[in-house]
């Protein structure tokens, strides 16, 4: 087996995100696509101890895990020292040993780490604001985040965005929107913004892992994360059977019973979309009444691999890393009655938290979910002059990726007005 080995999915937003983050570190890695390959898929479970996700990602003799994983190595300084134990790359050095580490040309890299406008995410809304402030030339940074290209990268068709008569895959249209902002000089790249400094201008984005680069403008677009349901199982057996992204994990559930959380639009979509795989898709609704539109609602109802239970609540997710998920233990909200839904999935989709805890200490008005709302002046200004907002962050809302990348737009426009009238000392 190779040093580095990757196994991924076709589809698959967090196997690119880890892959964007290996290739950050200039490392060569081998990839293994499992997808419709069942001997691979089995080979990838066994060496992971079970792992009914990918991608899984092997470092030596090391089995990392998850994206998750290989993020929070890197988020601690410990992926870098654990590559350079493995890693052979161009030009032979061992990854992490960076030859800016040295302190003059540390000092020399602060004036090439700074540009006119900084963009925190890289969903829908912070690729527009790209693609604004390029060709503004304003040659914006865009920080990706943990989660490479947002919400729309783990969704397959979007079907509503204007343009696309036949629908595209949110993948294929990220990959779309990043080209169009390079093309005009945007720059993305891999990292995660820790702390931001706005007390002064220019301000200061911290990324994990210490890198500083400064900007006169910042557009924060960091999107929002998908809820938990906070019930005992649910955390430990990620990965092992509980997951929030049907895309990346429906190939492992093939002809095997799973359940869905939630009643919103996310949740029937996922619900239809594993009905390709599974052989029962039993949804676990906390009211008598879908939150999806009536389109989504009466397709989920339609379709006869769909089961629905109503006026259900999840109290428990049973099994452990070793058996995987057994069962959903759910409430009847109305009798209290108990019930072992016994399943091989479980797939949560109950909405999304605001990525806004950068934000937090910072004077910026938010509201008691953490949204980002108006202050005394309209969105995308905030409280803090130079800082801009866009997507998911404020709008709790609309939530679409044609609103998202609507926000980003406004966003842009406004920043570079903002920036041209300081420049004429207006
Ligand atoms: P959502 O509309 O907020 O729905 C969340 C669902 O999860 C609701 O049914 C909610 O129940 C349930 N829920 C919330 N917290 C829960 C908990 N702790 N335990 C159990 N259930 C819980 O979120 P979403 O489905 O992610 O959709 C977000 C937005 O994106 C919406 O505007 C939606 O229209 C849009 N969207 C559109 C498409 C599309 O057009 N193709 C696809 C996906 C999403 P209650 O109903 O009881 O509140």
Known sequence: MPDILVYTKTFCGYCVWAKRLLESKDVDFAEV??????????QMIQRS?????????????????????L??????????????????????????????NHQAEKENAVSENHRPVII??????????????????????????????GQLYT?????????????????????????QAERFGAEIMIGHAEKLEVAERPFGVILEGGARYTCDALIVATGASPKEIGVPGELDLRGYGVSTCATCD????????????????????????????????????????????????????AN??????????????VGSSKTGL???????????????????????????????ALLRDLAVDLDDLGYVTEGDRPLPYTAIEGVFVAGDIHDHHYRQAITAAGYGCRAALDTERWLTNRLMGA
């Open 33 to 42: 696509n499992v997808s419709g390959d069942r001997e691979l898929m089995q």
């Open 49 to 69: 101890g079970g792992r009914l996700t990918a991608p899984q990602i092997f470092i030596g003799s090391i089995h990392v895990g998850g994206y998750d994983e």
């Open 71 to 100: 993020a929070a190595l890197e988020a601690r300084g410990e992926l870098d020292t654990l590559l350079a134990k493995h890693a052979h790359n161009g030009s032979d050095r061992p990854a992490g040993d960076d030859p800016t």
């Open 120 to 149: 925190l995410g890289s969903g829908c809304a912070g690729l527009t604001a790209a693609i604004y402030t390029a060709r503004a030339n304003l040659t914006p940074l865009v920080i990706s985040g943990r989660e490479f290209g």
């Open 155 to 179: 969704t397959t068709d979007v079907e509503n965005f204007p343009g696309f008569p036949e629908g595209v895959q949110g993948p294929d249209l990220i990959e779309n929107m990043k080209a």
């Open 250 to 301: 429906a190939a492992f559930f093939r002809d095997r019973p799973i359940a869905v959380v939630g009643g919103g639009d996310s949740a029937l979509e996922e619900a239809l979309f594993l009905t390709k795989f599974a052989s029962k898709v039993t949804i676990i609704h906390r009211r008598d009444e879908f939150r999806a539109s009536p389109v989504m609602a009466e397709r989920a109802l």
């Open 304 to 317: 006869e691999r769909v089961e629905m239970m109503w006026n259900t609540q999840v109290k428990e997710f």
């Open 326 to 356: 057994q069962a959903v233990r759910t409430v009847d909200v109305n009798t209290g009655e108990e019930q072992d839904l016994a399943v091989d999935g479980c797939f949560i989709a109950i909405g999304h938290d605001p990525n806004t």
